[in-house]
């Protein structure tokens, strides 16, 4: 079992950048690609980024590639999140999600129903 928590949400103006990360605990995250998605108000959750288990692969939606990055630390269990250029649309919740995969991201990446686990979720702000 993996028990995945994220931090680092908070208010920012457009234009700004914040950094999310994503800690596993109960067991390492060697082994497990990890995605990060999004719920907005009224909507549904969309995929926003997946990163492969030893981080070589990355997979980004559209409306983030280019202005974010995800990373990750295996030593220290720990998934990141970097956005930048933020705009009043990417005001949600954001989930990371981890899935046993010793493989590269791709399209897949893209579904929730891939994951394995999830996170309780950190709200993004972001005013205009």
């Known amino acids: 079992q993996?028990?995945?928590?994220?931090?680092g949400g908070g208010?920012?103006?457009?234009?700004?950048?914040?950094?999310?990360?994503?800690?596993?605990?109960?067991?390492?995250l060697i082994g497990y690609a990890t995605g990060w998605f999004r719920q907005a108000p009224g909507k549904e959750r969309e995929f926003v980024a997946a990163?492969?288990?030893?981080?070589?692969?990355?997979y980004y939606?559209?409306?983030?590639?280019?202005?974010?990055?995800?990373?990750?630390?295996?030593?220290?269990n720990l998934v990141y999140l970097q956005m930048n250029t933020l705009k009043p649309e990417d005001t949600a919740v954001y989930f990371c999600a981890a899935k046993s995969a010793r493989y590269?991201?791709?399209?897949?990446?893209r579904e929730r129903s891939w994951y394995d686990?999830?996170?309780?979720?950190?709200?993004?702000?972001?005013?205009?």
């Open 2 to 7: 993996v028990q995945l928590v994220e931090s």
């Open 11 to 28: 208010l920012v103006q457009a234009g700004g950048s914040l950094s999310l990360s994503c800690a596993a605990s109960g067991r390492t």
């Open 51 to 58: 990163i492969s288990w030893g981080g070589r692969s990355t």
């Open 61 to 76: 939606a559209d409306s983030v590639k280019g202005r974010s990055t995800i990373s990750r630390d295996n030593a220290k």
């Open 104 to 109: 590269a991201v791709d399209a897949s990446s």
């Open 117 to 128: 686990y999830w996170g309780q979720g950190t709200q993004v702000t972001v005013s205009s």
